[in-house]
């Protein structure tokens, strides 16, 4: 199959192996004193270890590959230790890779090891990304005077995970959607794309308080209720993705593994 994957020009190779310890996957190894891919299979392509390398030695190109493996890095990922499974699930996160985000996530768990806290703590200096202010500019619609009426497609009542009753007997077999708080003003078609024949739950990762408390009752309803499916949705901002590491972190503590299809929303309102 053809897809992106790195390049190493061996001319401009010097053999300083810069580039090693950015590419948590392993797919670099000096030999002979140049840096070589090991195996197609564990470079992702996306490219972490191009900034590493001071001679502009290593690019990315679109050739025949063997399919890059999720479960092959993994193996060696968890060799190395807790920081370089840390590393490779943010460099995985940051660059949108939720698949294979996902895959990793569920190897860890049929493992016993612990899912780490890969989203920040704090903002960073210069402000929260997700606080910034902006104006968006909308086309005007064209008849402005005529008010749709859309049907509510919500199944429960309440909806945010705090005032939930974990034992609530409409999650028994639930098809479960988790959605940030902010999904459903910025997303126009929520109730029609993710509401429907869905069970709700709502949170913020960012301003709610008592995360711990979040998966904890997640938690107790994974274990306890037959969850058909489950379908995660959350803003673009960075804060956001905590949202996933709630439900990989209640996962974990439940003993239970259901891949959940993830979307994430822009703020001008666009699936990602």
């Known amino acids: 199959m053809k897809r992106q994957i790195i390049e190493i020009d061996e001319e401009k ?16 190894q000096i030999i002979d004193g140049k840096a070589r891919l090991i195996s197609d299979l564990f470079c ?6 191009l900034g590493e390398c001071p001679e502009g030695a290593i690019n990315t190109v679109e050739r025949e590959a063997e399919p890059y493996s999720e479960e092959l890095v993994m193996e060696n990922i968890i060799k190395a230790g807790p920081n370089t ?3 490779h ?11 294979y985000f996902a895959q990793a996530v569920a190897i860890l768990m049929k493992k016993g ?15 929260c990304p997700g606080a910034a202010s902006q104006s968006l500019t909308r086309d005007k619609p064209q008849a ?36 940030a708080d902010c999904v459903p003003f910025a997303y126009a078609n929520f109730h029609e794309r993710f ?32 969850i058909k499916s489950l379908t995660s949705v959350r803003m673009e ?8 590491w709630i439900v990989q972190k209640a996962m974990e503590k439940s003993g239970r593994l259901i891949m959940p299809r993830i979307s994430i929303v822009s703020i001008r309102g666009d699936i990602l």
């Not at 190779?13 to 670099?28: I, K, Q």
């Not at 780490?116 to 210069?126: A, L």
């Not at 024949?197 to 938690?219: H, M, Q, R, S, T």
């Open 144 to 179: 402005e005077n005529v008010i749709r009426e859309l049907k509510s497609e919500l199944r429960q009542w309440p909806v945010q995970l705090h005032l939930i009753n974990a034992n609530a007997p409409y999650l028994e077999n639930a098809e479960l959607l988790i959605a």
């Open 237 to 244: 901002v960075p804060c956001c993705s905590g949202t996933e």
């Open 113 to 127: 090891l612990p899912i780490p806290q890969i989203i920040k703590d704090e903002c960073p200096s210069g402000g």
């Open 195 to 226: 509401v429907k024949g869905k069970i709700v739950i709502n949170l913020c990762p960012k301003l709610d308080k008592d995360i711990d408390k979040y998966v904890e009752k997640l938690a107790e309803i994974f274990k306890n209720r037959n």
């Open 85 to 87: 499974i840390k590393a």
């Open 89 to 99: 699930l943010k460099h995985l996160q940051d660059h949108g890779e939720t698949e």
């Open 44 to 49: 992702d392509g996306l490219g972490a270890c």
């Open 13 to 28: 190779c010097n053999g300083c192996g810069l580039c090693v310890p950015g590419c948590p996957e392993g797919a670099l």
